[in-house]
């Protein structure tokens, strides 16, 4: 989770450390301080948010002239409590914004969301729903506000689960499009060879041509690299339930199909998590299959089938994360000028690249629609 | 005439804002006018190696006994005071070592400058010499992107200067008796096309765009139809027809019918005919499961487009396509572009998707004003091209050879051809003041376009312009516009 907070932007990660100094200072103090917020004591830099404080805060954003208008540092400001900060500010403008389009939308009243959210606690604990990490706070007069989260979070899960389902798409997209200009290139250089006049120049201009569509993924590669290290440090401190450390296919493929069962069951929408559980097996089949060449595939020296008989396989499991689009696609594009060997280093090496990159940014994306504080709801 | 050309440097320097790589803000000290095009870095002192570059153009001029008046042009020149210079050439050659590369920059933009204003003031001869001297300077296959860029451009005012006709550069081959010279070009052809796939997202952006529209658009239907204005090889249908048969809502796996128009003369662009992408596309479909049609409208020899030509099934989903866009050659003759759409228009379509190339701000109008912006654009695109794949200098080299290199003709064939016309505006625009209405783009592809974007290098940017229209940009330089719209209600059957 830690790791979260440290991927996103500066200033999240400086006013997480404020929030916490302001904490402890309050906490020296006696808990409560002059300013008459309430910090909660646990761990986690949490405000409290009360009805009283939230009026407050309502007031100075209809001064304001709205919850569009308002920002966080003007709210602070014309609140002028000592011990609020931009960061509790942030997130809670966010959800007040976000509970202000639901109102909009919906016509249902805050009040039967507010009943729901009563019960919400007991039904979350039997549900396991998404509702599990909403942390709902042993207050009744907390209803409303909790009825507004709880749609909020709703409204977040929605735009995440949206997301990702254009991610995939966008991966099989893709995918197709590289297949079908596969083809497109095999029927050409079909007719080429049919028409080959056998001269010297042709041959030799496609020996350039397929050496130069080897760089360029090679550069892909080259560039991917960095970003896949720093990666896979980060991955390590991630609960993995099986590291696979054994280069055989057997557990790349569960480790594939494990980690599809953990975004499936735990749903908590770390998709960092979930990307890098997908890596892991990558990083390590890539790897092992540099060093043993021999070894995984008994008899079978031939890195190209290996790796095509990877990704296939790969491509079976459906994996949600659609890992698989790269994979048939380096290979499509990879065939397409297949005269030299050197594109079967270049297919092990391209993999990672389009998971790289996508992860990143997937991550950042999914990683602005969370509140602040990462997992939980304050 | 020589006045023209003093008069040319001055009025440039102060309305057109900074167009190569090299220049960074602008100094507003009247005096300094050659600081608006140079970085602080460039000084007087490669000013003035500047000022002997054109002496030495002039008095080649002169050697060459070119007439009177080109002599009296060098006379004006050297006595001009449009640029406040102190003469100081001993400290030219340390100078130049230093800046070279920003100088020699400069030093081009300048002379193409230079070279098109001599064209638009039909003063051919002086263009001609100006061209002869940029072809010194820079070649397509080495140097830094500005030279690459500048060579392109003085090949395209070459061939405009000779006024040869479809602005086609040289490079093109015509459907001639040179038969592998052709396989050499279609192999050039496939290669830079994937090589331009992988390298930037140019072609996948309007594609997947315009696809993600239109299953947005007919997710109830069981018939679609998809009238493409101009299909090349079929790629952006590949995509859809996987995104189709796996649809989860609605009836699953609907007919899919394309008509491609076919032109005359397929030109120079494409990897074999309309037939065979045809049969290609067909193949494809089945083995993905897809039913599929595929059909083809002919275009008149003008490339008007008469709906009337079009076979038309009851109950289906009409979508017009049309992509102007790299690498579908850019420069249709507006008159054609403009049939279709209007044509289409009788059509009552559920959709139409429009992806065009965004041209900046123009200044003051007129072909000066459209040369230096389409400068501006593709510099852009070298540089964005540069900027993902800097170590792969043959492969960008050959993208720029066989598509970018034609595209800037062509862009200059029509900016020339259109100068004395006023600003010709967006596709988009025309289909707004035609009564089309407007599709907002959905949040699932506003997504997708900033997913794709991240694939590539950090300088791309989708920018949403209006709910219906996404821009691809390239570090605050727009290039790409992809709008959706569809017809007005009222008009409905």
């Known amino acids: 989770m830690y790791h979260h907070h440290q991927h996103q932007g500066k200033n999240i990660n400086s006013s997480s450390r404020m929030a916490v100094h302001n904490e402890r200072h309050l906490f020296l103090q006696g808990g409560h301080g002059d300013s008459g917020l309430m910090l909660s004591t646990d761990a986690k830099p949490r405000l409290k948010w009360t009805p009283d404080l939230h009026e407050r805060f309502i007031e100075a954003v209809n001064q304001l002239g709205g919850a569009d208008k308002a920002t966080p540092k003007t709210v602070m400001k014309l609140m002028g409590i000592p011990g609020l900060t931009l960061y509790h500010l942030k997130s809670h403008l966010q959800k007040y914004r976000l509970s202000k389009n639901l109102h909009g939308q919906t016509n249902n009243g805050s009040t039967k969301i507010g009943a729901v959210a009563m019960a919400g606690k007991r039904m979350s604990e039997a549900n396991g729903s998404p509702m599990n990490s909403l942390s709902i706070g042993p207050q009744a007069n907390k209803g409303i506000q909790i009825g507004e989260a709880l749609q909020m979070q709703i409204e977040v899960q929605r735009r995440l689960h949206e997301q990702l389902e254009v991610q995939r798409h966008l991966q099989l997209r893709i995918e197709a499009q590289g297949k079908y200009l596969q083809s497109v290139l095999e029927k050409a250089q079909e007719t080429l060879h049919r028409q080959n006049l056998g001269t010297v120049g042709l041959e030799a201009a496609k020996l350039q041509l397929s050496e130069l569509v080897s760089k360029v993924s090679n550069q892909c590669l080259n560039s991917a690299f960095p970003d896949l290290k720093d990666l896979r440090g980060l991955c390590c401190q991630q609960t993995q339930p099986n590291p696979p450390n054994d280069c055989s296919m057997d557990s790349c493929l569960t480790s594939c199909e494990g980690s599809q069962r953990d975004q499936e069951i735990h749903n908590n929408g770390m998709c960092l998590r979930t990307y890098n559980t997908h890596k892991d097996p990558l990083m390590h089949h890539q790897t092992e299959t540099k060093s043993s060449e021999n070894k995984t595939m008994g008899n079978d020296d031939d890195d190209e089938r290996r790796m095509f008989f990877a990704d296939r396989n790969c491509s079976d499991l459906s994996m949600s994360v659609g890992l698989r689009g790269i994979f048939s696609q380096a290979r499509n594009e990879e065939h397409s000028f297949l005269d030299v060997g050197n594109s079967r280093v270049d297919s092990v090496n391209r993999l990672p690249y389009f998971a790289t990159k996508l992860d990143l940014n997937v991550d950042e994306k999914h990683c602005k629609q969370f509140d602040l504080n990462g997992l939980s709801w304050s | ?493």
């Open chain 2, 1 to 493: 005439m020589a006045m023209a050309i003093d008069n040319a440097f001055e009025v440039d320097f102060c309305s057109y804002s900074t167009s190569t790589t090299t220049t960074t803000t602008a100094d507003e000290d009247p005096a300094c006018t050659w600081n608006h095009w140079g970085s602080p870095v460039v000084d007087w002192g490669s000013l003035s190696s500047e000022r002997d570059e054109f002496q030495d153009l002039i008095e080649s001029m002169m050697d060459d006994g070119t007439g009177f008046e080109l002599t009296r042009l060098g006379h004006d020149y050297e006595t001009s005071n449009s640029v406040s210079v102190s003469v100081s050439t001993d400290t030219m050659v340390a100078d130049e070592e230093t800046n070279g590369e920003d100088f020699k920059g400069l030093r081009m933009v300048h002379l193409l400058m230079a070279a098109a204003e001599a064209l638009m003031g039909a003063n051919k001869s002086l263009a001609r010499v100006i061209l002869v001297r940029l072809k010194e300077l820079v070649s397509p296959s080495d140097g830094t992107n500005m030279e690459r860029l500048a060579a392109y451009f003085t090949e395209a005012l070459q061939s405009l200067l000779e006024g040869s006709g479809g602005g086609h550069s040289k490079h093109l081959i015509t459907n001639g008796p040179q038969h592998h010279r052709d396989k050499h070009r279609e192999a050039d052809m496939l290669a830079a096309f994937q090589l331009l796939q992988d390298m930037s997202p140019y072609v996948k952006f309007g594609h997947f765009t315009a696809n993600q529209a239109i299953l947005e658009a007919v997710t109830h239907d069981r018939r679609i139809h998809i009238v493409d204005y101009d299909i090349m090889e079929g790629i952006q249908w590949a995509s859809l027809m996987q995104a189709l048969v796996s649809r989860k809502e609605g009836p699953p796996t609907p007919h899919l019918r394309i008509t491609a128009l076919s032109r005359g003369s397929n030109g120079w662009r494409s990897i074999g005919t309309i037939q065979e992408t045809g049969r290609r596309l067909t193949t494809f479909a089945s083995s993905i499961g897809q039913p599929f049609s595929f059909h083809q409208c002919r275009l008149d020899s003008d490339e008007t487009f008469r709906p009337s030509a079009l076979k038309l099934v009851r109950g289906e989903a009409l979508i017009i396509n049309c992509m102007l866009n790299l690498p579908h050659f850019s420069h249709r003759p507006p008159s054609s572009v403009a049939s279709f759409l209007s044509g289409a228009k009788t059509l009552n379509p559920r959709l139409v998707t429009l992806v065009e190339e965004e041209a900046g701000p123009i200044g003051d109008g007129g072909f000066m004003g459209r040369f230096m912006d389409s400068l501006h654009h593709y510099s852009a695109v070298f540089d964005s091209l540069e900027a993902g794949f800097p170590m792969q200098c043959r492969a960008r080299a050959l993208v720029e050879r066989v598509i970018l290199g034609p595209q800037i003709a062509g862009s200059l064939t029509q900016i020339y051809r259109n100068r004395n016309e006023e600003e010709s505006g967006r596709w988009s625009e025309w289909l707004d003041t035609m009564g089309f209405n407007p599709v907002s783009i959905s949040f699932a592809n506003h997504c997708q376009a900033k997913l794709l974007l991240g694939l590539f290098n950090d300088g791309y940017r989708v920018e949403e312009l209006a709910n219906n229209r996404v821009v691809l940009d390239w570090k605050s330089r727009r290039l790409l516009s992809a709008s959706i719209w569809t017809s007005p209600p009222d008009s409905d059957l």
